[in-house]
């Protein structure tokens, strides 16, 4: 444990207030940092309530002493490798998000150039997940429409079709030259809401199908299809 890093005893402190001291303990935790917690019980369901608010940016390990006292050493989610595909993807999909993010507030403030090359680096990690999801999940898990004829697979094809012409749509318009905050900010703000409401949609419907499929594959395989994801992924940028 650094110097920097966060440790409190929160044994006797009510259970009604855990998970609400836990967040005050771990709020300002900067990455790399650890916050190691007491607790008089069981914390893993406080634990799991907070990382639920929190968008599921917490790891942790817990542990017990010898007095019997349980103790959780608590990271942020980027400090810890990618656990398996559907992990490296949903942390993708918060890459993602936080970079178009970045393009809004750049072009909100008029700053076009810099907004033009996040977009063009986001055009691009788009083109890689979408690969992932395409070329490697979607063509060894097939999934089956339901009574509706709802197929999440065929949903997902049309959503990413729709969400990479909607963005190639939008760096071409950052080259015209009158390109201005006022021309794209709305075609930011359409696709900003879809965009969020396909990355939901396909966690919810896709994700629980492909983790059941991955879980019934052998451990080296799971293992080399997570080195191959992340090599397209770019992985590098997860390592600790
Ligand atoms: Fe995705
Ligand atoms: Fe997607």
Redesign the pocket.
């Known amino acids: 444990m650094s110097e920097n890093d966060f440790f409190c005893d929160l044994t006797a402190t009510p259970a009604s207030h855990l998970q609400t001291a836990v967040f005050y303990e771990i709020k300002d935790m900067l990455r790399g940092q650890t916050a190691t917690i007491v607790f008089a019980e069981d914390p893993a369901i406080t634990l799991h309530s907070l990382n639920l608010q929190l968008r599921n940016n917490l790891r942790w390990e817990i542990s017990r002493d010898a007095a019997g006292r349980w103790q959780a050493v608590i990271h942020r989610a980027e400090d810890v490798p990618p656990t398996d595909v559907l992990d490296a ?1 949903k942390r ?2 918060k890459r993602l998000d936080a970079m178009f993010s970045q393009v809004i507030h750049l072009t909100d403030s008029k700053q076009l150039t810099a907004a033009h090359a996040i977009m063009r680096a986001f055009v691009e990690g788009l083109r890689k ?2 690969a992932v ?1 395409h070329d490697i999940l979607a063509r060894a898990i097939r999934t089956v429409p339901d009574a509706f004829g709802f197929d999440p697979t065929a949903a997902m094809l049309q959503e990413h079709a729709e969400i990479l012409n909607q963005s190639v749509m939008i760096e071409l318009s950052f080259e015209e030259t009158d390109a201005s905050s006022a021309s794209i900010a709305p075609l930011l703000a359409i696709l900003a809401g879809y965009f969020s409401k396909h ?1 939901q949609r ?1 966690e919810t419907s896709l994700f629980p199908v492909w983790t059941g499929a991955l879980n019934k594959a052998p451990d080296e395989a799971r293992a080399a299809l997570l080195v191959r994801v992340l090599g397209i992924l770019d992985g590098v940028r997860y390592a600790t």
């Open positions: 993807l993708d999909h997940h979408f999801e990355e396909e």
